[in-house]
């Protein structure tokens, strides 16, 4: 079955540096969506990709979708305390179904 | 607007028994999915729910079931429970076409012992 993951699986930062997760699916997707679950919380949505290279940014996140719609990456400019927690991509499998990534578990040490 | 509510918070069971977990989604959402959460597999999608018809099915057992009213509420259950079945049981709503937000709750919280 299609299947969709995340690297790296945990990543430790001191603040300020900047942060990269990336998602890959092993089939072509119709949009991405990414969550961040926060310790002890549940899944938040953050922002959704549709087309093939599409690139926006959310104050100092950025996402990418891929030209072959295969791939995604978020990028944090600038880590705070605040950005801790686990990043899901959520690829779209057919319709009305999304398959979670495996996650991506940020630290940053003050 | 009241956000997706999942009750109970926690529960405890032991094995062999059965458990039906209930989720209050967003008003005028449609749309309710039920995903499994553990350390170990992450986010697994169980089924999808709209106007009380199931659109999707994940790759679970048929011990895993769900159902969704009129007013869009759902319940899920898991029968003869298993060691394995111990996880966070994550319920979200959307409006339920297939580019919609999931807004997510709490959880609920399943231990088997």
């Known amino acids: 079955g299609q299947q969709v993951m995340q690297i790296p699986q945990y990543q430790h930062v001191q603040e300020g540096e900047d942060f990269t997760t990336y998602c890959n699916s092993s089939?072509?997707?119709?949009?991405i969506q990414w969550y961040k679950q926060r310790p002890g919380g549940h899944p938040v949505f953050l922002i959704q990709?549709?087309?093939?290279?599409e690139v926006k940014k959310q104050k100092r996140l950025t996402f990418q979708f891929g030209e072959a719609k295969k791939n995604s990456s978020l990028h944090i400019t600038a880590t705070q305390t605040t950005d801790v927690g686990t990043y899901f991509c959520?690829?779209?499998?057919?319709?009305?179904?999304?398959?979670f990534g495996t996650g991506t578990r940020l630290k940053v040490l003050a | 607007k009241a956000g997706v509510t999942q009750t109970p918070r926690y529960l405890i069971k032991t094995r062999g028994q059965q458990v039906t977990l209930s989720c209050s989604p967003i008003?005028?959402?449609?749309?309710v999915s039920w995903y499994q959460q553990t350390p170990g597999q992450g986010l697994q999608f169980l089924f999808e729910?709209?106007?009380?018809?199931?659109?999707n099915k994940g790759n679970f057992p048929g011990r895993f079931s769900g159902r969704q009213f009129s007013n869009s509420r759902s319940e899920m259950n898991v029968s003869t429970l298993e060691l394995g079945d111990s996880a966070l049981y994550l319920c979200?709503?959307?409006?339920?076409?297939?580019?919609?937000?999931?807004?997510f709750g709490n959880g609920t919280r399943l231990t088997v012992t």
């Open positions: 979200a709503s959307s409006q339920g076409a297939s580019n919609s937000p999931l807004h």
């Open positions: 089939t072509t997707l119709s949009n």
């Open positions: 990709l549709v087309k093939s290279g």
């Open positions: 959520a690829g779209l499998s057919g319709t009305y179904k999304y398959i």
């Open positions: 008003s005028g959402h449609r749309s």
């Open positions: 729910y709209f106007s009380e018809t199931q659109r």
